[in-house]
C-alpha cells in the first residue's frame, strides 16, 4: 500500500470513528439528556473525554488531507 493509500485508508477509519460517536452523542443524550456542566467538564462516563479524542481525531483528519495534497496548515 502506498504512503497516500494508507493515508487515505486513517483518514477514512478516523471519520468513520468520529461518526460512531457523534451517534453515541447524540443517542446518549436523548436518553440522559446532557447539561452544558456535562458537555464542558464531565469526568466521568462517556462525556470524560469526549471532546479532546474528537477533538484529537479531526485535527488529525485535518493534518491527513493536508498530507495528501502536499499543503500545510500554517
Known amino acids: 500500500m502506498s504512503d497516500i493509500a494508507a493515508l487515505k485508508k486513517e483518514k477514512q477509519e478516523l471519520i468513520d470513528k468520529m461518526l460512531e460517536m457523534q451517534k453515541e452523542f447524540i443517542d446518549y443524550e436523548h436518553q440522559n439528556g446532557i447539561s452544558g456542566k456535562d458537555y464542558w467538564a464531565s469526568s466521568e462516563g462517556m462525556l470524560a473525554n469526549y471532546r479532546q479524542d474528537y ?15 502536499g499543503s500545510s496548515r500554517l
Open 55 to 69: 477533538m484529537d481525531m479531526a485535527n488529525r483528519v485535518v493534518d491527513i488531507a493536508h498530507e495528501i495534497v
